[in-house]
């Protein structure tokens, strides 16, 4: 059982893309993938969520439209495309596993296993 690890942060200028990816722990459970967010001074956000089998998306309001979330099962990979990037999008961003038994995909309260984060800055 592998850790999730994130990477492909960075420093980008506001209209940019940047895709971020996140190495699943490969546990023996269909469980949901959610990217949360965190910037200083601010509680941690939801940012979107897929469903194991990947037919269902989640996204937040904020991000709706620019964001696109995927995932490769056999791969152990989940990746968030962030397209037309915003200051207000930089932040300290986490992938995350849902706990078997989670109800909502929108509650960081219903995952269990965290990253260790990437950080995305975004310049005016």
């Known amino acids: 059982q592998a850790p999730l690890v994130e990477s492909g942060g960075g420093l980008v200028q506001a209209g940019d893309s940047l895709r971020l990816s996140c190495t699943t722990s490969?546990?023996?459970?269909?469980?949901?993938v959610g990217w949360f967010r965190q910037a200083p001074g601010k509680s941690r956000e939801f940012v979107s969520a897929?469903?194991?089998?990947?037919?269902?998306?989640y996204y937040s309001d904020s991000v709706k439209g620019r964001f696109t979330i995927s995932r490769d099962n056999a791969k152990r990979m989940v990746w968030l495309q962030m397209n037309s990037l915003k200051p207000e999008d930089t932040a300290f961003y986490y992938c995350?596993?849902?706990?078997?038994?989670?109800?909502?995909?929108?509650?960081?309260?219903?995952?269990?296993?965290w990253g260790q984060g990437t950080q995305v800055t975004v310049s005016s």
């Open positions: 490969g546990r023996a459970f269909n469980l949901a």
């Open positions: 995350a596993e849902q706990n078997p038994s989670g109800e909502s995909v929108y509650l960081s309260e219903e995952y269990d296993t």
């Open positions: 897929i469903t194991w089998s990947g037919r269902h998306t």
